[in-house]
């Protein structure tokens, strides 16, 4: 059986196994809201039908490879992934809260998934299924006073885009301004809270992965953040931070919000236009290497200048234009660092990147938590296994993020693999850091999707706080913002 047959089965008994768990610890009776099962029972229930339909569906499959000819048989296989993906993305959509946002992720952090599943999986990235018109209208009524036709001079019932906590319509105020409206799906609140209960027992298998991982910190963590992302006015409060941080910057845009129309959960906000990141794909390899930079500088600017990254970087958060002209949405999953923590980051880098001294590197990782102090393995060998990400980074030279690479990433943290085991036994992930290891992963997978081509070094000493000089034409464009907007010191 190949890697991507073995991964098609192991997701499937993993799904399986998840099922187990959730359905043997369900507690709390249901109370759906609007149709959306929100108590911890009803969902384990729904996650425990999906994988009980993948289970069975495996089983089929099965026996109709057993009497199939070699030819015949990958047919099969790819029939099969292909209704599994279509059958998981229509369960996650339904759903929406914490698993939705699971299934995202999976869409396009591992391009070496079979193309089938991550396209199917990539719908739940801008494509989930929406609440109804009637229902969408209720809320903004209950939020706003009055219906939206009233509240708005213009109201369009089919929603741009529907996602794991709320869905966007067009609409046009009454002085005429176009914007975005984000509606709260009812019950979400509910529900997410039923699937971060059911974190806490998903969450106790890690330590047989990472044995040095704080569990309850992490969790905490998690829970943290995706409670924040329910408070419209949380992101309200975020969106206008880097909307105002970045105002004028050259190619990055961040929609503004307009406060008098917003509340805990419905959002108003400038209406931005742009391509989705599925179109995009479709540019030239040189728009694609515009917009994969303008998305590097966004992710490192924000986090050595503003000290506060955006953490939810999937492709369905971008809106593009040619020449690198990128629009940045959706501001609910936001964590600020402190700066000794910042200093941290960069602390790792220098060690890695700059001096090349695995010694540095390892004390690095010591202070910021990556690794236990005194952990009886060799300097070079926790160098090596964090030092993957600096890859791109590590050379002054052109390089090219390809897909593959970016999975290897991906799999190396999230699979435990075997050649690093002496590290992982003594590796944990610190809650501070588990959003910023999303952005390390969701960047890479991204730029990786675009086999996006730059001297990343050079991009790279221009972010960092030793802010060294311009190095492409974005780059002079973007210092001219900062001296204008910041001053001349960075």
């Known amino acids: 059986m190949t890697t991507t047959r073995r991964g098609v089965w ?82 996650l959509g339904g759903m929406k809260g914490a698993l939705m946002k699971l299934g995202q992720l999976a869409s396009f952090l591992d391009d070496a998934m079979p193309e089938p599943v991550r396209l199917a999986l990539a719908q739940l990235q801008q494509d989930a299924p929406p609440m109804s018109a009637a229902l969408c209208a209720q809320v903004v009524a209950s939020e ?89 006015r949380h992101e309200a409060d975020n969106q206008r931070l880097f909307a105002e941080w970045f105002a004028g910057h050259p190619n990055i845009s961040v929609p503004g919000v307009l406060d008098e129309l917003s509340t805990a959960r419905v959002l108003t906000t400038e209406l931005a236009d742009g391509v989705r990141f599925s179109e995009m794909e479709g540019w030239s390899q040189g728009e694609r290497n515009l917009a994969a930079e303008t998305i590097y500088r966004f992710v490192f600017r924000s986090l050595y200048g503003l000290g506060a990254f955006n953490g939810d970087p999937h492709p369905g958060n971008y809106l593009f234009r040619p020449g690198g002209q990128v629009t940045f949405l959706d501001f609910g999953l936001v964590k600020r660092l402190t700066p000794t923590e910042v200093d941290l980051c960069f602390a790792m880098v220098r060690g890695a990147v700059i001096r090349h001294d695995p010694a540095s590197v390892r004390r690095a ?15 070079e060998r926790v160098a090596e296994y ?90 002079r464009a973007e210092a001219q913002w900062w001296a204008a907007t910041h001053g001349a010191g960075r």
């Open 10 to 91: 192991a997701g499937a008994a993993a799904a399986v196994a998840l099922a187990v768990v959730l359905w043997r610890h369900r507690a709390a009776r249901d109370v759906p809201v609007a149709g959306l099962a929100t108590s911890r029972l009803r969902r384990s229930a729904e996650v425990a039908q999906l994988a009980g339909g993948v289970g069975v569906g495996a089983a089929v499959h099965r026996t109709r490879r057993v009497f199939a000819t070699v030819e015949r048989r990958e047919t099969l296989d790819a029939e099969f992934e292909l209704r599994t993906a279509e059958q998981v993305a229509s369960a």
């Open 144 to 232: 706003l006073g009055a219906p939206p036709d009233h509240v708005f001079s213009h109201w369009d019932p089919v929603p741009l885009a529907a996602a794991s906590i709320g869905q966007v319509h067009r609409a046009v105020t009454t002085d005429d301004r176009a914007v975005a409206v984000k509606v709260q799906y009812p019950g979400v609140a509910e529900a997410i809270g039923s699937d971060l209960a059911n974190l806490n027992l998903v969450a106790m298998g890690l330590p047989a992965l990472f044995p040095a991982l704080d569990v309850p910190a992490m969790v905490g963590e998690i829970k943290a953040r995706l409670t924040e992302e329910l408070d419209y």
């Open 365 to 379: 990782c010591e202070d910021a938590g990556f690794i236990a102090r005194g952990a009886p393995v060799s300097d």
């Open 386 to 475: 964090m030092g993957i990400f600096w890859e791109p980074v590590r050379t002054d030279g052109v390089t090219t993020i390809t897909a593959a690479w970016a999975s290897e990433v991906a799999r190396r943290y999230l699979e435990g693999r075997s050649e690093f085991g002496d590290v992982l036994e003594y590796a944990s992930l610190p809650a501070s850091f588990v959003v910023l290891q999303r952005i390390n992963l969701g960047l890479l997978a991204l730029l990786g999707r675009l086999q996006a081509t730059g001297n990343w070094r050079r991009v790279a000493e221009e972010l960092w706080p030793t802010a060294g000089p311009p190095s492409t034409a974005m780059g």
